[in-house]
C-alpha cells in the first residue's frame, strides 16, 4: 500500500501506523529509504507485515550494525544471521545487506530506540 510522507513520519511510526516492520517500508524501486531523510510528500509502500520479498539495506559510509538494525528494528544477530559471510568490518558504500523477513520478536524494544535515535521528515 502506498504512503505519502506527513510532516513528523519517520521509517518506524509508518511501520508502526501500518502493523509492520520497519524493514518492510520501501521506495518505489524496492530500496528501503534513508530515515533520515525522508522528506515531505515522498512516496513510500508498506509491505505487509507476512510478505515474503527479501527486505534490503543499501549501507552508507559510517553505520554500523548496531544502528542500521536499530533503523529497521530489528536485533542486530538477526542482521548478522541474514548476511552469513559478509565480514561487517569491510562494508563499502553502496553494498546491499539482506534484513530478515517479519524479524523481530524484539522489534517493539528496537523500535523504541530507532524512533529516538530517527530524525523526522521535513
Known amino acids: ?6 510532516r513528523g513520519d519517520t521509517v518506524v511510526r509508518i511501520a508502526q501506523r501500518y502493523g509492520t516492520f520497519s524493514s ?3 521506495t518505489a524501486t524496492g530500496e528501503l529509504p534513508n530515515p533520515y531523510r525522508l ?7 508498506v509491505r505487509p507485515k507476512g ?3 527479501p527486505a534490503t539495506h543499501t549501507f552508507v559510509s559510517g ?3 548496531a544502528r542500521i538494525a536499530a533503523q529497521h528494528g530489528i536485533p ?4 548478522l544471521a541474514a548476511n552469513p559471510g559478509v565480514d561487517f568490518n569491510s562494508l563499502i558504500d553502496g553494498q546491499t545487506l539482506l534484513l530478515p523477513v517479519d524479524a523481530g ?3 517493539a524494544s528496537a523500535a523504541s530506540t530507532a524512533s529516538t535515535s ?5
Request: net charge negative.
Open 1 to 6: 500500500m502506498e504512503h505519502v510522507v506527513e
Open 24 to 26: 518492510n517500508v520501501v
Open 39 to 45: 522528506k515531505y510528500g515522498q512516496t513510500l509502500y
Open 51 to 53: 510478505d515474503t520479498k
Open 63 to 65: 553505520e554500523t550494525v
Open 76 to 79: 542486530s544477530r538477526e542482521l
Open 105 to 107: 520478536t524484539n522489534s
Open 118 to 122: 530517527t530524525q523526522t521528515a521535513h
